[in-house]
C-alpha cells in the first residue's frame, strides 16, 4: 500500500534538504527520499576535512537549515541537527526508480526497495554525483581507476595519476602529495577553471617538484599491468609532443558530472538540447514542464550550495501558494537600477537575455546567477570605457547602444548590441591594445 503526502522531496542535496526542512517547520505533509544511507551523499563524499564556501557572500541565506562556510565535517553535524531538530520526514536507502503521473491524479513514486508513495506535488532536488564523468577512454573502469576521493590519507608511498583541472582535482592532488608521488594531467595550458587559491596552490606544487604536470595532455588507454608487476597500471597519454606513458598504482579522474538525463526525462521532463551539460527549462518558481514537478539545485542549474538552499525553501512556498521574492531579487534589482528603462528584475533579465547573444543559451536561473558577478555600465556618449595601454581585464557584452573602438591611424570601429569586446586583456593578461568609447544609449 502506498504512502500519500503533499509533497514528496527525491534527493536530500542542500536543495531538497532545505526544501524538506521548511515543508516540516511549517507543517506541510512531506517525504524526504535519499538513495544513500546519510544526508547529503555529494558534500559527504567531498574529501575528509575540506573547508566548504558559502559562496555567493554577498547572497542571504533563507532556510531553516544553518550553512556556514567551514569544514566539511561541521557542516554535515551542523544539518543533521537541524533536519532532526525539525523532525524531517526522512526516509534513507529509497532510491527512487520511477516517477509517473496520471492526470488528475497525484504522482506516483516507486522505490528500488520496493516503497511506494503517492504525493500531489514532487520536488527533485538529485543533483548530479550520482553521474560522475568517466575517462572515456579504455581501461576507465579498472579497479584502481575511481571518480571520487574520500579520504587521501587512506593512501601512501603510491604513484597517482589525478586527471582534471577544477578545484576538485587539484584539493585532491595537493592533499595526496603530502604521502604520494602524485601526476597531475591538465587538458589545457593552466588552471583556468579553478579558484585563485586552488591554482596558487596547485602551481606552487608544480613548481617546488612536489607534484609533476602534463600540461595540454589527455588519456588515451588505461591498461593493468601482470601481478608482480613494479606498479599496477600503464597510461598512455596524447600529449602535445606526441604519445607518452606513466607508470602508476591508482588513477583518480575529476571530471565533474552530467545530469542523471535517462531518468529525469522518464519523469517527462524535457531537455532543450542533446548537449550533456544541458539542464530542464524550468519556470521563475522552479516549476518544470510537468506540471506539479519541481527542479531545484544543481540540475536546474544552480550549484552552490546557498543558492540550493534558497531555492529549497521557496519551492515550498511556491507550492503552499505563498508569494515570496528570490533571494538575490534585492541584490539584482540594485544592480539594474541604472539601466534606462528599467522596470523590474525579470524584465531586464530578459532584455539582457534576448541582446547578448553569448547569454542566449543558459537558463533564467543560471543567468540569475551569472549578473550576481557581473556589472552594469551605463558610460556617458563620449566616455572612455577603457583606454589603450590600460592594465585591466574586464570582459564587455553590449546589452543596448553602440561604442567605437578606436584603433591604430586613428580609424574607429563601430560595435553595436549583441558584440563584445576586451576579451583579449581577459585572454592574454596583457595591456588594452585599443581605446574604447562610448556612445549614444550605452548599456554593457
Known sequence: MSERYKIAIVGSGPGGKSAAARAAEAGVSHVLLEASPHLSNTIFRYQKGKHVMDEPGILPLRSPLPFRAGSRETILKAWDDGVARLKVNVRFGHEVSKIRRTEPGPFEIACANGARFLADYVVLGIGLQGNLRKLGVPGEDLPFVQYQLDDPEEYSGETIVVVGAGDAAIENAVALAKQNNVVI??????????????????????????????????????TALPEGSRKRMRMVLATDKGKAQI????????????????????????????DPAAVP?????????????????????????????????????????RKVEPADEPLLRDKFQSMPGFASVTAALD????????????????LREFMLDSEIRTPVPGAAVFERNDYTNS????????VQVQVDGGRRITLRRGEFFGEMSLISGRRRSATVVAGSGCVL
Open 185 to 222: 594531467i591538465n587538458r589545457k595550458d593552466e588552471f583556468s577553471r579553478a579558484k585563485k587559491g586552488n591554482e596558487q596552490a596547485i602551481l606552487k606544487a608544480i613548481e617546488d617538484g612536489s607534484i609533476e604536470c602534463w600540461y595540454n595532455s589527455a588519456p588515451e588507454k588505461v
Open 247 to 274: 607508470l602508476c598504482d591508482r588513477v583518480i579522474a575529476r571530471l565533474g558530472a552530467t545530469a542523471p538525463r535517462a531518468f529525469v526525462e522518464a519523469c517527462g521532463i524535457v531537455f532543450p538540447s542533446k
Open 281 to 321: 527549462a524550468i519556470s521563475p518558481q522552479y516549476e518544470s514542464n510537468v506540471k506539479g514537478m519541481y527542479i531545484v539545485g544543481a540540475l536546474g542549474g544552480y550549484p552552490l550550495i546557498k543558492q540550493a538552499m534558497n531555492q529549497g525553501y521557496e519551492v515550498i512556498e511556491y507550492i503552499e501558494g
Open 351 to 366: 532584455r539582457i537575455q534576448k541582446n547578448v547573444r553569448l547569454l542566449s543559451h543558459i537558463t533564467p536561473l543560471q
Open 395 to 402: 570582459f564587455y557584452s553590449i546589452v543596448d547602444g553602440e
